[in-house]
């Protein structure tokens, strides 16, 4: 890599972190199929994963998660049911990609937001 693309480089994985930081909003809709099937580790990230339900309640989700292939990644989801719209909960995940490794803490706060999705497409 050439010292001019090296400098840009490291200038946006600098500015990545940074936003890391701070909340994010994100709405998205999943559909009743798609609770019926549960989560599915090979839709939302790498290929190759498995997934161990440490629990499982109407009350919340404690699973282990591992990915293989060239995405490999391993990290729990401790997820947390407050009442009838409001999940809460943390994803931990350590990552490697290519000789690098990166590790990506998250605190999730979900509200349910209603029957209809409206304009929001379900979630892939």
Do not use: Y
Not at 115 to 121: F, K, L, M, N, T
């Amino acid at each position: 890599m050439k010292p001019d693309q090296r400098v840009i480089a490291q200038a946006m994985a600098l500015a990545i972190v940074a936003q890391a930081s701070m909340p994010h909003r994100m709405q998205f809709c999943v559909t009743p199929q798609q609770v019926r099937q549960g989560l599915d580790l090979n839709r939302v990230g790498g290929r190759d994963c498995r997934r161990t339900i440490r629990s499982s309640s109407p009350a919340g989700l404690d699973m282990q998660m591992a990915c293989g292939g060239q995405d490999q990644m391993r990290g729990v989801v401790h997820l947390r049911v407050i009442d009838r719209v409001t999940v809460i909960g943390d994803i931990d995940v350590h990552e490697g990609i290519g000789g690098t490794t990166a590790e990506i803490r998250q605190n999730v706060h979900g509200r349910w937001l209603g029957a209809s999705c409206g304009d929001v497409p379900p979630f892939d």
